[in-house]
């Protein structure tokens, strides 16, 4: 890696998504509980097997340890000194046996319907952001990355999935469990019970340190991770950009930085993480030796028997694997924290773009709009339309011309209630559209972008996309009219093709003719072209032409071209600049001005003569 790279690289890293920045939080246990309100749909269904199961499993594990201290202190070395009986060891590791059985076949049951729960829980969780994000305004994505969005779905959900499928069922199961020894082992010996505990709040003071850290350590690791998903994303569709101007050694070189930086954030919350591990083991030894000191005087004095320390030193060690394993545990909830908040983060964000309580099913409609006194601003104190006023009537055609960046495409934006202005209406048929559904607006507006979006799939399904009940014959029809039959025809398998992720198996040309047939195919009322002939060869285009003026017959249109031929025979062409109409007319209208669309004008033919 050169220099030069390293430094670009270095440069680009200390870059950070918005969305993307630690969280610096308590540990908020409302949150956990959030959470787990997505499990309330399964508690009637499978809790109560999973408590049986549960409470089979935990009773079995405790009474061993007791039934072998009745078989030491009865059958192999009885306390009265009376030889053993071999008879009585049978029954009891016969009893004992049985035991283990009972507990293998609960934990296996249990295994089982926790698995079942949480993989359903999983996939309510993540059915619920998708849908949640499908919701979300255009100003949501403006901010985020694709790859910044795509890990919240797929890692961040999928770093809950221990959580859900055995973290809750073994907390519930470790602290009866703990409950059950310390009683046992009190009821066994007070004075040797309260003395193998007493290394308990060390350990807690010891691994309480811990807590802050590793949860900040795996928040870390999530941000990090969000970041590289994002680039990666970034890099893979601008792969043409990159190879055309050679930059995959810088791109390489940004990736690596990314890549080592979640690395070393992964190593630093997986080494905290296991930090525990050592901390449960000599708290464990040191109760150890303080069971077979105390134990050996207690024994030797009579105070309790050979088979009384051996089921302490049994209950010990299934006392620390409880200790440890809700240590795990916390880990789990530290990661399932950082998650959560993340997730939460994008479902507890509103639409800027919101329905009124009292919207209403927008009803067929005519197609008059209007644009009244609209101020719209992407961002504060910067507007990007000012005091526009437009008034269209059902069945013209409107087109919008202007430099980049003078506020066309935004006026097609609001229309579409993609944003909803600052100040001012705009009007379908006299109504404003914000108090009626956003579905039932946009299901009456067809839009055809520039960057046309070809879904991975046949031909056929993806013009359907404009309406999914159409019949093949409607698609073909539809795919006629804009002049995209026949190279549909052309294709192996015709409408039947299979078409690769979006659609680079097309040209563009061919790409925005299906977009073209998508968009007619859902018979909308009010028919948008952003720039759609800007990709298409002049014989194409003409074809088009020839189609749309039978097409766009009784529609309302508003047509965005940089090819101003394209216009000529509009009803009615708004001129913009720096988001303010300056001239408005027909063709002639405007040439007779000699204004800024004459001005246009013959910049073009200008061009096109050189």
């Known amino acids: ?52 199961m549960m409470v089979l499993g935990t009773a079995t594990r405790l009474a061993i340890p007791a039934l072998i201290a009745y078989a030491i202190d009865h059958a192999i070395y009885p306390k009265d000194g009376s030889s053993g009986s071999l008879s009585l060891l049978y029954w009891i590791a016969g009893i004992a046996f049985a035991l283990y059985l009972v507990q293998w076949g609960a934990n296996t049951f249990r295994i089982r319907y926790t698995n079942l729960i949480g993989q359903r829980i999983i996939f309510d969780l993540r059915q619920h952001l998708f849908s949640h994000i499908q919701k979300l305004s255009f ?39 703990l409950v059950g020894i310390v009683v046992i082992l009190l009821v066994l010996n007070v004075k040797l019970g309260l003395a193998v505990m007493i290394t308990v709040p060390l350990m807690f ?54 890549n080592k930086s979640n690395m070393f954030a992964w190593h630093r919350a997986s080494a905290l993480n296991q930090s525990f591990g050592p901390v449960i083991e000599v708290t464990s030894a040191i109760g150890m030796l303080i069971l077979f000191w105390y134990g050996s005087h207690l024994v030797q004095t009579s105070a309790i028997t050979i088979g009384v320390l051996v089921a302490f030193a049994n209950y010990i060690g299934n006392f620390w694997d409880p200790i440890n394993r809700l240590g795990q545990m916390y880990s789990q909830l530290l990661i399932a924290m950082a998650s959560s908040e993340r997730i939460f983060e ?58 980049t960046g003078s506020g066309k495409s935004t006026i097609i934006n609001l229309l579409c209630r993609f944003y909803d202005p600052v100040q001012g209406r705009v009007l379908i048929d006299g109504q404003d559209i914000r108090d009626v559904t956003v579905e039932s607006l946009r299901s009456q507006v067809g839009i055809v972008l520039q960057d046309t979006f070809i879904f991975s799939g046949s031909i056929r399904d993806n013009i359907r996309f404009g309406r999914l009940n159409a019949t093949d014959e409607e698609v073909e029809l539809a795919a006629q009219a804009v ?31 299906l ?94 003569s050189a």
């Open 1 to 52: 890696m050169s220099e030069q790279a390293a430094r670009t690289a270095n440069k680009r890293n200390r870059f950070v998504y918005q969305d993307d920045e630690l969280i610096e939080k308590p540990f908020n246990w409302a949150q956990i509980r959030r959470l787990f309100t997505y499990m309330r749909p399964y508690a009637k269904q499978l809790l109560p097997i999973i408590i049986v």
């Open 139 to 177: 100003r949501f994505f403006d901010k985020r990355p694709a790859g910044s969005v795509l890990v919240r779905v797929t890692n961040d959900v999928n770093a809950l999935q221990d959580l859900f499928t055995n973290g809750v069922v073994n907390l519930m199961m470790d602290c009866v469990q």
């Open 205 to 258: 003071i010891v691994s309480s340190s811990l807590r802050r850290r590793i949860r900040t350590a795996w928040q870390d690791v999530r941000m990090k991770q969000s970041r590289m998903n994002a680039h990666l994303n970034e890099s893979i569709q601008g792969i043409r950009v990159t190879q055309a101007y050679v930059q995959e050694q810088n791109n390489t070189a940004y990736f690596d930085n990314m």
């Open 346 to 403: 994008f479902i507890d964000e509103e639409p800027t773009v919101g329905e009124r309580p009292d919207a209403k099913r927008l009803q067929e409609i005519r197609g008059d709009v209007t644009f009244e006194d609209i101020v719209f601003e992407y961002e504060k104190d910067r507007p990007a339309l000012k005091n526009i006023r437009l008034d269209v009537k059902a069945g013209q055609s409107i087109a919008l011309v202007g430099h």
């Open 483 to 513: 002049n995209a039959h026949d190279f549909i025809l052309s294709l192996p398998d015709g409408y039947d093709t299979q078409v690769q992720e979006r659609g680079n198996s097309l040209s563009m040309g061919q790409r925005q003719l």
């Open 515 to 608: 977009s073209f047939a998508r968009a007619l195919l859902a018979d909308p009322r009010v028919l948008i072209l952003d720039e759609a002939t800007a990709s298409i060869d002049t014989e194409t285009e003409l074809k088009i032409q020839e189609a749309l003026k039978t097409l766009l017959f009784g529609r309302t249109s508003f047509i965005i071209a940089h090819r101003l031929s394209t216009i000529r025979h509009c009803d009615n062409i708004v001129v913009l600049d720096h988001g303010v109409i300056m001239e408005q007319g027909d063709h002639d209208e405007l040439m007779r001005q000699q204004g800024i669309y004459h001005g246009l004008i013959e910049a073009q033919y200008r061009f096109l």
